[in-house]
Every structure is written in structure tokens, then in C-alpha cells.
């Protein structure tokens, strides 16, 4: 299987929360992280966390981060429809600086 | 600076025809990546470079695709011959690792390639 899945799809309200999930495979992971593609644009980080760490915030972005299950999440409060865009979660193992995708997940942002 | 950039932004071309991307990553980046991305496969890697030189091509699908870095400042990448189902958006990436403990990696817009 693959070392980085997420769901492809997840369709929420204007003014509701979103939160994108994702499950990795490799116990040694060291950086964790989200980035946003836009279309018709390439990646750009959105946040990262590292890995002896369980939550972080960000104005109205919050990572948790469960090592014994190997979950990682971003959540959006107020979800508007700029944040309509596929979020990329990939994480980088101990000494090597190459992140390993996943496939995306594309949020649709509706009135 | 003007961030990764990548030509042309756009390419069509026939079945057979040779195809070269080209990428210039930030100044001062030692790392620079090469992706696919397709809806069937999502986001492929398909090169790195550290300092110019290639370091793992197992992403590559085949000998008809290659990658060249000369300098720091330019690298492309080289599909010859084309077929249809290398029909994708090209990513070219790049990153530095000094002082940083975490990696951020920077990507150009994309060459958005069809093969006819």
C-alpha cells in the first residue's frame, strides 16, 4: 500500500469546519506535513509539525498528530471558498529531507 | 526572488516528438526535484538533485525520459519520444537544507504537457 493516504474527496459548507485526515505508514517519521495546491498553481507548504509534538495551531488551522495511530489531521475552522483547493499531506523519515506525498485530497468549498 | 520557475507553462505536442521542460529553482537551493502529476496517479517524484548531481532517478517510468542539471541555476527535463500517456503537469521543485531542520520544498506553476 502506500506510505501516505488520504481520502480524495471532502465537500463542506461555507462557515463550517473542515478536517482532512491522513494515515502514514513509517514509525521513524520526523516532519509531518500539509501543503495546498490552488489551481492551477504547484504545492505550497501550508504547515508542518514535528513529530514529538501533538497539536499545533495557526489562526484557524490546527494539526493533531497521533504517532501510536499514525494519524495526522488539518482542520479548518470557518471553511470559506478560497480554501477550496487539494491539501497534500506528506511527511519526511529521520535524516532524509524528501518528503513522501500522498495523492491529495480536494476540498469543495459550497455556499 | 521570483520563486522556481518553469517553461513553457504550457505544451502541446504530437505522439513521437521530442519534449523538454525546463526548470530554474531559487537562488541558492541545493536541492531540486522533478514530479509528475496525473488524476490516475496523483503526485509522482520522479528525480532529485543535491548539488547538481542526480541522486535517485527510480521515479522515472522509462528510458524515454531523461534529466540534466548542468549548474545550480537550470535543469530540464527531456521526453523523447513523447507519447500520450505522458500527458500530466510537470512540477519542479527545489529546497534548501542549511540551518533548517525541517524541509520546505518549493514549487514552480507547472508545465501543463499534452501529447496528442
Known amino acids: 500500500g502506500e506510505d501516505v493516504e488520504q481520502s480524495l474527496f471532502l465537500s463542506v459548507r461555507e462557515g463550517d469546519s473542515s478536517v482532512i485526515n491522513c494515515t502514514y505508514t513509517?514509525?521513524?517519521?520526523?516532519?509531518l506535513y500539509w501543503y495546498k495546491q490552488e489551481p492551477g498553481a504547484g504545492l505550497q507548504l501550508l504547515t508542518y509539525i514535528f513529530s514529538n509534538m501533538d497539536m499545533k495551531q495557526d489562526q484557524r488551522l490546527t494539526v493533531l498528530l497521533n504517532k501510536k495511530d499514525k494519524h495526522l489531521s488539518l482542520r479548518i475552522a470557518d471553511t470559506q471558498t478560497g480554501d477550496s483547493a487539494i491539501y497534500f499531506c506528506?511527511?519526511?523519515?529521520?535524516?532524509?529531507?524528501?518528503?513522501?506525498f500522498g495523492r491529495g485530497t480536494s476540498l469543495i468549498v459550497h455556499p | 526572488d521570483a520563486g522556481v520557475i518553469q517553461s513553457p507553462r504550457h505544451e502541446v505536442t504530437e505522439m513521437g516528438q521530442e519534449v523538454t521542460l525546463r526548470c530554474k529553482p531559487i537562488?541558492?537551493?541545493?536541492?531540486l526535484f522533478w514530479y509528475r502529476q496525473t488524476m490516475m496517479r496523483g503526485l509522482e517524484l520522479l528525480i532529485y538533485?543535491?548539488?547538481?548531481?542526480?541522486?535517485?532517478d527510480s521515479g522515472m517510468p522509462e528510458d524515454r525520459f531523461s534529466a540534466k542539471m548542468p549548474n545550480a541555476s537550470f535543469s530540464t527535463l527531456k521526453i523523447q519520444p513523447s507519447e500520450p500517456r505522458d500527458s500530466a503537469v510537470y512540477f519542479c521543485?527545489?529546497?534548501?537544507?542549511?540551518?533548517?531542520?525541517?524541509?520546505?520544498?518549493?514549487f514552480g506553476p507547472g508545465t501543463r504537457l499534452t501529447v496528442l
Open positions: 537562488s541558492g537551493h541545493d536541492y
Open positions: 506528506a511527511e519526511s523519515i529521520g535524516g532524509s529531507y524528501i518528503p513522501t
Open positions: 513509517d514509525s521513524s517519521s520526523t516532519y
Open positions: 538533485f543535491n548539488n547538481n548531481v542526480p541522486i535517485d
Open positions: 521543485a527545489s529546497s534548501s537544507h542549511r540551518g533548517l531542520a525541517y524541509n520546505e520544498q518549493f
